[in-house]
């Protein structure tokens, strides 16, 4: 099983950028990776995913156009640059391994890491 960390999240005004890691260990992504997000009752959403070989990305509407997904192989990690956050971007996000777009089905959750943007 892949151990996953998260890492990056902070306190930010809207409007701000944060930059998000996640480190595996244990073993490798897999075939996908996978940013997850969930705000307070709310349910979790899967933001953005990318194939760990080819690099193809998809995001969720929501997020579109201000967020950006990246790997790095070498460092086993993958990172989420959110751009022009708002209040609504608020949640503990999370990353996950998978076989597929959007699976989060190798390995455990991590940690989370909180963002909070203030209005």
């Known amino acids: 099983q892949v151990q996953l960390v998260e890492s990056g999240g902070g306190l930010v005004q809207a409007g701000a950028s944060l930059r998000l890691s996640c480190t595996a260990s244990?073993?490798?992504?897999?075939?996908?990776a996978t940013w997850s997000r969930q705000a307070p009752g709310k349910e979790r959403e899967s933001v953005a995913t990318i194939n760990w070989i080819g690099g193809s990305r998809y995001y969720a509407d929501s997020v579109k156009g201000r967020f950006t997904i990246s790997r790095s192989s070498a460092k086993n990690t993958v990172y989420l640059q959110m751009n022009s956050l708002n209040p609504e971007d608020t949640a503990v996000y999370y990353c996950a391994a998978g076989t597929g777009p959007w699976a989060t089905d190798l390995g455990s959750w991590g940690q989370g890491t909180q963002v909070t943007v203030s209005s």
């Open positions: 244990g073993r490798t992504f897999g075939s996908y």
